[in-house]
């Protein structure tokens, strides 16, 4: 009977000390650290603002802890994980862009065509454009339905499956490195990383979402997503019944692009660029089709590309401001002495 007593105080001890060390973990301050050599920043750690105490997050809704490393005071901050299509960085809708200098501009290329978004010395972005043409346009409306990235010798791709009707159990995107198709496992946060650790796919939600790391280089948020009804009704695309026109909605951000970057967003972040789109127009059509255009997804060849295998950037000459983070939907100023603008 005394063994028995023993026993059961040992347990109760055991079961208290665990729970002890578990509401500790919980009740522990969450950090995170700047890991870019770059950055003054380097190696410095803060505690997570109570508005985004975790890093990984269970709720795929959820802002994210990060450590800004281009941040003037070296801080933490929240960030969402999936596209805003209404700040800088996005590519959302038929095709409407915001630029690194906060303007929308729109580009509809041409469908089944492909047109280089970003050339810098050590990255390329591509995109493939689809669409229609319904009777009595003068030209075509476009979606982007896939990304194709260069980045040293190495090759990804991403794009939004062909589908008759969209069903948001089914998960929609395709991807491929080095030319051949990699797979990544249903479920928010599941991931997949190349041998060199030189790019990280990781899930946002349980389909359709994921963020695309470059370290050092970009991130690239993405949904798959469908022209829905409403947007057909209101713009008169003329949906066909057997196509849901399956498309991406992306933000991108940046570390470090040259002043030399090229591309339909990408010239957008040059220090002197004068950015064509009209001003106080409805949809300010911005051209450029010849210059951008490349022969497929993953071809580094436009007019105006300077995208090499071997490029490395003069760390003197890039632009260390990062407008990726930018939010222009509370006001006309972003608080880091930019100026947004429609």
């Known amino acids: 009977m005394k063994a028995f007593c023993n026993n059961s105080y040992s347990i109760i001890?055991?079961?208290l000390i665990s729970a002890l060390v578990k509401i500790d973990a919980q009740n522990r301050p969450v950090t995170t650290t700047c890991f870019s050599p770059r950055s003054r920043c380097f190696r410095r750690t803060m505690r997570c603002p109570a508005q985004c105490p975790s890093t990984r997050p269970s709720n795929p809704g959820a802002k994210v802890c990060y450590f800004n490393c281009d941040s003037p005071i070296c801080q933490a901050e929240c960030k969402n994980r999936k596209p805003n299509c209404n700040a800088p960085g996005a590519a959302c809708l038929d095709p409407r862009f915001i630029g690194g200098d906060g303007i929308v501009f729109y580009f509809h290329g041409k469908s089944n065509e492909?047109?280089?978004?970003?050339?810098?010395?050590?990255?390329?972005?591509?995109?493939?454009f689809i669409g229609l043409r319904p009777a009595g346009r003068t030209r075509d409306y476009t979606w982007i339905q896939a990304l194709g990235v260069l980045f040293g010798t190495q090759t990804f791709s991403l794009e939004a499956k062909h589908t008759a009707t969209w069903d948001e159990e089914f998960d929609h995107l395709k991807f491929s490195y080095n030319g051949k198709d990699i797979v990544i496992p249903d479920g928010h946060l599941s991931s997949w990383q190349s041998p060199e650790s030189d790019l990280k796919v990781e899930r946002t939600s349980e389909k359709n979402s994921v963020l695309v790391t470059l370290p050092e280089i970009a991130e690239i948020s993405v949904n798959a997503v469908p022209v829905t009804k409403e947007d057909d009704r209101i713009h008169n695309y003329q949906i066909p019944s057997n196509n849901a026109l399956a498309h991406l909605e992306v933000q991108f951000k940046f570390y470090g692009l040259s002043s030399k970057v090229e591309g339909v967003l990408g010239r957008t972040y040059q220090p002197d660029f004068v950015n064509p789109a009209k001003p106080g127009v409805a949809m300010p059509v911005v051209g450029g089709e010849d210059n951008y255009r490349t022969s497929s997804l993953l071809s580094a060849e436009c007019r105006s590309c300077i995208f090499s295998p071997a490029g490395v950037l003069d760390q003197t000459d890039s632009l260390l401001m990062d407008f990726g983070t930018l939010d222009c939907t509370s006001g006309a100023s972003s608080g880091s002495g930019i100026v947004c603008r429609r």
């Open 13 to 15: 001890l055991l079961l």
């Open 114 to 128: 492909h047109f280089s978004l970003v050339s810098d010395l050590n990255l390329q972005i591509n995109a493939r």
